[in-house]
Structure formats: C-alpha cells, structure tokens
C-alpha cells in the first residue's frame, strides 16, 4: 500500500508584494482560518513553520495562540522548520543561519514548551548552499523539506534522498515535486499534483510520498472543499490511500529506510539567478550588518560586558532583525521598492545599536585603560574570527596647526612606519585644528586589541627606514618589488608578478543586455549583447608614499560616469580596485571580467560554510566574495567583497557581478519586450552611486585568499585616547 500524505500548509511570505505589516495582518488572517478548519474537521492535520509568523499571532491575537496552542497539544498542528523566517540560503554568512534556527527554536521553546523541531523546512528559498545539511545537524535537525530547483531545474535520483555535504554531514531530504499550495478552484490541479507526488522516482521499498495542498503565498491554508475531496477520494487507485498527515509522521514512516535512499552530494542549484545579485544595496548592509553582529558577538563571548544581559538582549534583537530580512523574498531583492526601502532601514537600526554595543565594550575593556604607555595613543581591536594583518588608517586630533612632526611607536616603544594620507575632512581656516589620517602596519590576533602612541620626534629618534622598493607609479605603471600594474584604454591592460604576465587580455568592465525578470526566471547565465566597455584616461597620483600607492582614472562605462581607483601596497601581491559609478542603464548586468594567461583547469569558490569545487561551465552561480581560478601550479584569486555572483567561462574568464539593474517584483516567465510598456517609469533596482570593490590575488591559495578578504570584510575597531598628559597642557 502507498500512502499519499496529504500535507494541509499555507506558503506565507511575510514579505513581498506587501510589506511586513501586511504579512503580519495575514499571519492572523491565515492561522485564525487554519484552526477553524481543525476545529471542524477532527481528522486534519495543519502545518506550519517560522517563528516570526507565531510571534505575530502571540503578540497581536493572544486568544488566537491559544487555540494553536491546544492543537499543538493535540497533535493537530504540527511545527516544522523551527526558523526565524524561510531564509534565502545560499547568501547569508553561517552565522546568520545559526541564529536563524538558534532564534526560531529557542522561540518554540520558551513560548510553547517545543524542545525540538526535527524537520528543517525551507520549500520557497531559490536554491539551497551545499554546507546546509551541516547547519541543519548542528540545529539539531534531523529532516529537510525543499522545492527549488524543480525537477526541471535540476534532476535528481529520488525525491527522497540523503542530501550531503562537502564536509560529510547528511540529513535526509524530501523534494516537493510539483508545489507547495494550491490556488486554483478546479480539482483537476489538486489530481495532478498527487499524480505528479506519485509519479517521481523514489527508493525502491519506500511506498510513502507528500502531497502539498492549501491556499499560498499570501496565505490562506486549506479550505473546506479540499478537506472534503480528499476524504471523499481517500481511496484513490488500488494500493494507493490518501491521509491527512505531516512532514514529521511522513520522516517517521520513512526514516527507518533511509539507508535505502540515494546520496546527493553538494549544493542544490539553479533557481533565480537574478536574486544573487539585483537590489546589491540591500544586500551590502545586510551583509555589513551580519559580519559587524558576529564580531560583536565574539567579543561579548570573550570579555563579558559590563551588562551581560543587556549585551544579550542587543544582540539578539539585531540578529531577529537580520534574520527577518534573510527572508527569501527581501535578501533576494524580490519584494517591492517600498519592502525593499523598509529592510535597509530596519538593518540601518540593527547597525547603530550593534555599533554602540562594541564601542561601549571596547571603551570598558580593561585591557586598553590599564596599559602602562602613557601620551596620545591609539588603539586597534582585531574582532574578527581570524588574524588580521595589512594597513589600518585613523585620523586623530593632534590641537596642532601645520605639517604633522610625530611618529608612531608600539607598546614596546619601537618605531613604526606610517604613512600620511589624505583626511575626511578638508578644513582651511586657520582658526581650526586639523585632522591628520595616518596609514600604519597591523597585525593582531582574533580578539586582540593592539596599542600604540604618538610622540614628537624632537623627543625620540626618527621613524627607522624601510628596506626595499616603495610602490609607485612611474611611466603609467603602478609597480613594488613583486608586481607591476599596467595602465590603457580599458583601466588594467595587464599585471606582471615576478616580471611574468598574469592576463591573457584587459580587465573588462562591460555592461550586458538583461531581457529578464528580477528573478532571472528561465536563466541561468547572462550572455546577452555587450552594450558598453569601460574605458579610461590615464592615472593620476592620489596617495604615495612608504607603504602604499594609490591611483585614479577618470572615465565612462556605457551612459555613466566612472572611477576606478587602484592601490597596491609595499611588498604585496594583491592589486586593489574600486569603481565608483553613478549608474542608471536599465534592464542590463554589469561585469567586471578577469581573463587569467593560463586558462584555468580548476576553480574554488568560497560559499557559505566553505570553499566548494565548481565546474567552469559558464553558467551564474552564488558565491561569498571568492574565487580561486587556475590549475595545480598556482592559482589566480578574485575578491569582490561587495558582489555575490560571478561566472567562469569555458575559455577561463572569470566574470564578477557588479550590479544587476531591474524592476522591483517584476514576475513574467515571458521574454520583457513583451511586457516592456507597462514597466515605462519603473526601473531601478540598482540606480544612482555605487561603490565596489574587486581585488587580484596572484599565486595564491584558500588560507591567503581568507585572510586578504579578513581585511577587507573586517576593518579594525580604532579609537584614541590619552592617559598620563593634559589633554589641556599645550594650552596652558
């Protein structure tokens, strides 16, 4: 006998055409429908997932929880996911989606006595990270629930399937076959998708499939005509029954059999393309907002606050923040323009109160007011997981007026070198004091914090000079002693390291026809006509001195205004990009392409969770800002801090996602020249001035590119202070 476990849900976007208040109002809506059909039917059984949709009801309609509460008791409603929200899981850092589930089932716990949710449920986020089966297990999950890719996506050796990852953790893993609710008034849809249930391919000796059904995305859940139909048809071919049932008993009837089931190693792709990339602001400050979370956190973890449990309660309340705009529906930039503008402030809100969590901390911590160097220091705090090494700057209010005479020294009393730079701030009048930015070598520990001083040179001996070559620019080359940048029409025309030639052709900035929708349905790479090439004048000298070089050239990308701006450092291998563009050109996809002279065999790219090996197959992929492209002699390395996708070409080109400019919530499989009159007035996903960098690692690795994207990622807490001088004295 094969059971067709009927599973009664309500797909609800908190987000997406509508704002959150709107998703809240339906939460009630939908949950308060659910338990009147419960409450009629006594055979029915309700799933529902999302702690924050729980929290809704909790809050907004108590007698409401009460009722979910006593069909939980029940038996009546089952819980699965046990999550925040259904994230989008291939863009969040790891530690958002730990507390994503850290969140959630601490939520059912405290609220409905649930100590364990068993079945992860994400059945609408667009494509699933190949470290999830890991994050799942350390949640304490043991199921997963999923959609996308479809079956005509991605093909798959059973619906049910030991789903692996790189690093050996599995959960076993149902594949909804056709969909997740149903909408239609016809019953015709309903057959298909119990056919469709079970028509895909299973384990042999397994005879339990799911069926989804009831009213989704804005919510609504099963009604009473489908209840009916499906008890009239509960017999509904010879040796195949229909029941009312849940994710959880379909794993229970299941799960002994699992050694049954096939291996799918690695991620699950493709779906949406598009939402690794449109709506990039966003997904900068939520990526800031994570990155700044987890370091704070660690330092709390490390050195107790003052106010532990006030510590906590900021801290949580910025990852509730975070993790609800992890919704697959806002990080991927699918919601409307105002859902989208609504996010952004909501994690602009998440980043002062975070921020003024580290500074208090760092402020209180014992280790910088109780350090015996006395005079004007400064202090640097390394809150990252890993070592931080490379040129940190500050500026600092020296209550002088004129060229800066003073030199840094360490706790020790050594003399460091540093490097004047160019201020924020540009003040003239002579009644004003001056704000020197200086640029200085850092290297600490996870955790540590470093300390130095400025003293006047009068008192100490000068600054110890520096062996070897300064970078500079010369004859429109931007060299050190291991690399040598060349300059042309295109920006980089080539990069030497150790006098060899690293480029098969220029660095190319290009700007590509995009004819798709704002999810990029039915794509799944960009290769659309190239409607423009960067082109630039020749670089200008911005900073130089001792420990850095820095360049500009001014020039046009298609209808903008463009800068790039390239740095290196004295004796490094890695060339530093920065494009600033006002960028306006609707429906396009702009690329920052890197053709290596060797054309590489292998490509590493890091993902959540990870370094993953990927195929050079052309095709868009999601990656966490890096690549390794090469071969087993030496790699070349690309990190795009601010830029989530890229494509790597048969011939080896490795092409970076800058921007993706769309329509907000713009849905049509249909090709856009067809729909293309009503979207008149309403492009600009990715609109106006943009900020992005992109650097070259060369004969790098996995250890060297993590710890260039450290000091990118993760800039170092600086502050001033003075102990044991007048702040007065040279007043006086």
Not at 396 to 423: F, K
Request: proline share 6%; hydrophobic share 40%.
């Amino acid at each position: 006998m094969t059971t067709v476990h009927m599973i009664a849900n309500a797909h609800l976007d908190p987000v997406w055409l509508w704002p959150w208040q709107r998703g809240a109002d339906e939460a009630l809506a939908t949950c308060r429908s659910a338990c009147d059909i419960l409450d009629d039917y006594p055979d029915v059984i309700f799933t529902r997932g999302e702690a924050w949709v729980y929290e809704q009801v909790r809050t907004l309609d108590p007698d409401l929880f009460g009722r979910i509460r006593l069909h939980i008791e029940g038996g009546r409603w089952c819980v699965v996911n046990g999550w925040w929200v259904q994230p989008d899981v291939n863009l969040p850092i790891e530690e958002s989606l730990a507390a994503t589930a850290r969140l959630g089932l601490g939520w059912f716990q405290e609220h409905l006595g649930i100590k364990r949710v068993p079945v992860a449920y994400n059945v609408d986020s667009f494509g699933h990270g190949a470290f999830l089966p890991r994050i799942i297990r350390q949640a304490g999950q043991d199921f997963y629930v999923m959609m996308r890719p479809s079956p005509g996506e991605k093909k798959l050796p059973s619906s049910l399937f030991r789903w692996r990852s790189p690093d050996g953790h599995e959960v076993l893993t149902f594949r909804i076959n056709s969909a997740y609710n149903y909408h239609s008034t016809e019953y015709d849809r309903l057959r298909r998708h119990i056919d469709d249930a079970l028509a895909a391919r299973r384990p042999e000796g397994i005879d339990h499939v799911m069926c989804f059904y009831g009213v989704g995305n804005h919510g609504g859940g099963p009604t009473r005509k489908l209840v009916d139909w499906i008890q009239a048809h509960r017999d509904w071919a010879p040796g195949v029954r229909l029941e009312f049932s849940s994710p959880e008993r379909f794993f229970a009837a299941v799960c002994a059999q699992a050694q049954r089931c096939p291996v799918v190693e690695g991620e699950l792709q493709h779906h949406a393309i598009g939402c690794y990339s449109v709506c990039g602001r966003l997904k900068r400050d939520i990526r800031a907002a994570e990155l700044m979370t987890a370091d704070a956190q660690r330092l709390i973890e490390r050195y107790p606050a003052a106010e532990p449990d006030d510590a906590r309660r900021t801290l949580d309340a910025a990852w509730r923040a975070i993790c609800f705009n992890q919704f697959h529906d806002i990080l991927a930039g699918t919601a409307t323009a105002e859902a989208i503008e609504m996010a952004r402030r909501e994690i602009g809100g998440a980043r002062t109160a975070v921020d003024r969590l580290i500074h208090t901390s760092l402020r209180r911590d014992s280790r910088t007011w109780q350090r015996p160097v006395t005079g004007h220091r400064v202090h640097v705090a390394n809150l990252a997981p890993t070592p931080w090494s490379g040129l940190a700057d500050v500026e600092i209010a020296m209550d002088i007026v004129g060229a800066l005479h003073h030199h840094l020294a360490d706790a020790q009393g050594r003399v460091v070198p540093h490097q004047q730079i160019a201020p924020s701030s540009l003040v003239l009048e002579t009644f004003a004091t001056p704000m020197p930015r200086i640029l200085f070598p850092v290297n600490l520990q996870p955790g540590e914090i470093g300390t130095w001083v400025l003293r006047d040179q009068g008192a100490e001996p000068p600054p110890a000079g520096l062996a070897g070559q300064d970078p500079c620019l010369e004859n429109g080359r931007l060299r050190n002693e291991a690399v040598e940048v060349h300059f042309g029409p295109a920006g980089i025309e080539q990069i030497m390291a150790d006098a060899a030639p690293q480029l098969a052709g220029p660095l190319a900035l290009i700007v590509i026809d995009d004819q798709s929708d704002t999810w990029s349905h039915g794509v799944q790479s960009y290769t659309g006509p190239v409607l423009a090439r960067g082109r630039f004048g020749a670089p200008v000298i911005l900073e130089s001195g001792p420990l850095r070089t820095l360049v500009r050239l001014d020039g046009t990308l298609g209808e903008a205004d463009a800068r790039l701006f390239v740095s290196l450092d004295r004796d490094s291998r890695e060339v530093q990009l920065s494009l600033d563009i006002n960028y306006s050109q609707p429906f396009t996809v702009l690329k920052a392409g890197v053709c290596p002279n060797r054309r590489p065999t292998m490509r590493l790219d890091r993902v959540c969770g990870g370094w993953i090996n990927r195929q050079i197959d052309g095709l868009e992929y999601p990656v966490h800002h890096a690549i390794l492209a090469g071969d087993e002699s030496g790699f070349l390395g690309l990190l795009f801090p601010d830029s989530f996708a890229a494509d790597v070409s048969a011939d080896g080109a490795v092409r970076i996602t800058l921007l993706r400019n769309n329509v907000h919530a713009y849905h049509s499989y249909s090709r856009l020249h067809e729909t293309l009159p009503q979207l008149r007035g309403r492009f600009g996903t990715d609109d106006g001035p943009q900020s992005l960098r992109l650097s070259l690692l060369f004969g790098t690795n996995q250890t060297q590119a993590e710890s260039a994207l450290v000091r990118l990622q993760h800039p170092p807490i600086i502050w001033d202070d003075y102990k044991g001088v007048s702040r007065v004295a040279r007043f006086e």
